[in-house]
């Protein structure tokens, strides 16, 4: 059984504490402390066939106290524990923004938010837990809209539970969300949608009734946050994941980011829905269906061939998808679909996009 999300907090308590007290130990015996971590360089990042997604290699990097060069990315790592311990343990939460401004008050320096950042990330390899485990969050732009019934296990609201079919705007993935525990639901799949134009009209459409749906606003490239609770409906709930995107390079690698994860993440393995079947809208559709179209930019043409030589890529569908992108050099938003009507897309290409997926 997968772990829930404060059982994921105190296991990271737990870690923090035996982090700490290595650093303690080496101090009282008159060692320079040192830290271990799996090297996240280009050269240690490689695909796994069995898991389909990028993963650190063997590598490992020290950070020693001794060496003047690591003196500071180590003193800044250190700080960084205490500092989520304490978040922890005060029910607080954090924006990567916020560690970067909270960190001057301990007389920490980050020279800019990039650096705080890296550090952030290299906690996560540290521990190999995602910062979202430490209460660390992105500013969040992701919702979620269907019959699902969450309780909540932040401070203050700890007990309280909500239905998010309550409110037609759906409800930001947000710290307080994505740790809720997952209560009950009679949605039987998750559309994952990359447009909030689309998102509004499967919610006016109704489609979390005509599809027995959990609706979810990726909002693009989807934070991790967003990939996190997509991969605890899967997981805990059982429930299949479909994803639509834009018709272009692009909207393809979003959808290879929630099942397969990025190598920017290869250091964690729970970010990611293996199983997330990819809707369209596929290059073949902009002709099938007759859409408006653009033409490719320098850019997306470029993207495609980078796609092309990615390994998880591979499959035959995506391959010829690639090519049919090169070869037409058109490219059509999910919108398009309303040359023919507004609930076009959800009374026509849906059904028949979940059929075709099925047959695969």
């Not at 008159?30 to 796994?48: A, C, H, L, Q, T």
């Not at 296990?153 to 997952?182: F, M, V």
């Not at 899967?234 to 979003?254: C, K, R």
């Amino acid at each position: 059984m997968k772990s829930s999300p404060t059982a994921r907090k105190r296991e990271v308590q737990e870690m923090l504490k035996v982090l700490g007290e290595k650093i303690y130990y080496q101090i009282e015996n008159g060692v320079f402390p040192e830290i271990e971590m799996p090297s996240r360089s280009v050269k240690n990042i490689v695909y796994d066939e069995k898991l389909k997604q990028y993963v650190v290699g063997k590598n490992r990097v020290k950070r020693s106290s001794k060496n003047i060069k690591h003196l500071r990315p180590f003193t800044q790592t250190i700080w960084l524990a205490f500092f989520v311990d304490k978040l922890i343990r005060e029910g607080k939460t954090s924006t990567l923004r916020d560690v970067y401004y909270s960190a001057q008050a301990f007389g920490i320096e980050f020279k800019d938010q990039a650096e705080s950042d890296e550090i952030i990330t290299d906690l996560e390899a540290l521990l190999g837990r995602a910062r979202e485990d430490y209460n660390v969050y992105p500013e969040e732009r992701s919702a979620i809209y269907g019959d699902i019934t969450i309780e909540y296990t932040t401070p203050g609201h700890e007990g309280k539970r909500l239905n998010l079919a309550s409110h037609p705007d759906g409800y930001l993935i947000g710290p307080s969300l994505s740790t809720a525990e997952l209560v009950e639901t009679s949605a039987k799949m998750v559309f994952a949608v990359e447009k909030g134009g689309l998102f509004t009209r499967f919610v006016e459409n109704k489609v979390h009734e005509k599809y027995n749906a959990l609706i979810v606003d990726t909002a693009g490239q989807p934070p991790r946050s967003t990939r996190y609770f997509l991969r605890r409906l899967n997981q805990e709930l059982g429930l299949p994941v479909y994803v639509l995107t834009d018709a272009d390079p692009y909207g393809m690698h979003i959808y290879m980011v929630i099942a397969s994860g990025s190598a920017n993440a290869a250091h964690l393995t729970e970010l990611t829905v293996p199983t997330a079947k990819w809707l369209g809208v596929t290059a073949t559709d902009i002709e099938t269906y007759r859409l408006p179209y653009v033409r490719l930019t320098d850019e997306d043409i470029k993207r495609a061939y980078e796609l092309k030589n990615d390994p998880r890529y591979r499959d035959e569908r995506f391959q010829r998808e690639l090519d049919v992108f090169l070869r037409k050099q058109k490219k059509a938003e999910l919108e398009a679909f309303a040359k023919y009507s507004l609930d076009y897309i959800v009374d026509k290409y849906l059904p028949d996009k979940l059929k075709e997926v099925k047959e695969l």
